[in-house]
């Protein structure tokens, strides 16, 4: 049974690679982080939630959210999924509410979305409290090509078919989603400040993401289970 359902649009993920063992000390101890050829990544993940509905209400809400994230699988088997260390929206019911339902890393910061000439101007500022730093995120970005359905067991599909995310609350809460496969495009981006990764205790990992952009997705999503 379905608890919510959605709408993800103008979706950009930037991807670095990094060492593992800088990414495996800040998980729980029943999950490990997950690699591809060697390497962990971190991805900073942008989009606007638009028409978000608790199941049989006639209202939904809407807010722009950009998250950093890691992939994890479960120590004792099960499917990968997404470890987030840090969830910035721009509405503080939402916050609130996926704090409480899900436990889930949410902070409230101000995002702005507005789309000009085919591109997305996408600024998020999350001020700081006394239990969390700033942090800041800006792009431009406009997608490139034709939608593509990626390869499995690509790079590609490892970075973006990811349909659970996992939790550090004990046990470990896990959430399910489920949609079509991204509707993914190649993508040119300007990222103009992201200080994602020193908020969340990070160093930047430097160098060039790998991008790819999705425009429109309908999303469900499942009540909260436990990892048992």
Same mark, same amino acid.
């Given at each position: 049974?379905?608890?919510?359902?959605?709408?993800?649009?103008?979706?950009?993920?930037?991807?670095?690679?990094?060492?593992?063992?800088?990414?495996?000390?800040?998980?729980?101890?029943?999950?490990?982080?997950?690699?591809?050829?060697?390497?962990?990544?971190?991805?900073?993940?942008?989009?606007?939630?638009?028409?978000?509905?608790?199941?049989?209400?006639?209202?939904?809400?809407?807010?722009?959210?950009?998250?950093?994230?890691?992939?994890?699988?479960?120590? &004792?088997?099960?499917?990968?999924?997404?470890?987030?260390?840090?969830?910035?929206?721009?509405?503080?019911?939402?916050?609130?509410?996926?704090?409480?339902?899900?436990?889930?890393?949410?902070?409230?910061?101000?995002?702005?979305?507005?789309?000009?000439?085919?591109?997305?101007?996408?600024?998020?500022?999350?001020?700081?409290?006394?239990?969390?730093? &700033?942090?800041?995120?800006?792009?431009?970005?406009?997608?490139?090509?034709?939608?593509?359905?990626?390869?499995?067991?690509?790079?590609?599909?490892?970075?973006?078919?990811?349909?659970?995310?996992?939790? &550090?609350?004990?046990?470990?809460?896990?959430? &399910?989603?489920?949609?079509?496969?991204?509707?993914?495009?190649?993508?040119?981006?300007?990222?103009?400040?992201?200080?994602?990764?020193?908020?969340?205790?990070?160093?930047?990992?430097?160098?060039?993401?790998?991008?790819?952009?999705?425009?429109?997705?309908?999303?469900?999503?499942?009540?909260?289970?436990?990892?048992?």
């Amino acid at each position: 049974m379905n608890l919510l359902s959605m709408r993800w649009r103008h979706t950009l993920f930037a991807h670095w690679p990094v060492d593992p063992e800088l990414v495996e000390p800040r998980l729980p101890d029943r999950l490990s982080v997950a690699t591809y050829d060697g390497r962990a990544w971190l991805g900073v993940v942008s989009f606007d939630m638009t028409d978000i509905r608790p199941r049989g209400s006639p209202i939904g809400l809407g807010f722009p959210e950009v998250n950093l994230r890691t992939y994890v699988e479960p120590a &004792d088997g099960g499917p990968r999924g997404v470890y987030f260390f840090t969830l910035d929206a721009a509405d503080r019911l939402g916050v609130t509410m996926a704090r409480l339902g899900y436990r889930l890393p949410y902070h409230y910061a101000n995002i702005s979305v507005e789309e000009r000439d085919g591109a997305v101007d996408y600024e998020s500022y999350r001020p700081a409290t006394a239990e969390t730093p &700033d942090a800041r995120f800006e792009a431009t970005y406009r997608p490139t090509g034709e939608v593509r359905t990626l390869d499995p067991g690509s790079l590609d599909a490892f970075l973006v078919e990811n349909y659970r995310f996992y939790t &550090d609350d004990w046990p470990v809460v896990i959430g &399910d989603i489920d949609h079509d496969p991204w509707p993914i495009q190649d993508v040119e981006a300007e990222i103009r400040a992201n200080t994602m990764f020193e908020a969340c205790g990070f160093d930047h990992p430097g160098g060039d993401p790998i991008l790819h952009y999705a425009a429109d997705l309908d999303v469900t999503a499942k009540p909260p289970a436990v990892l048992r």
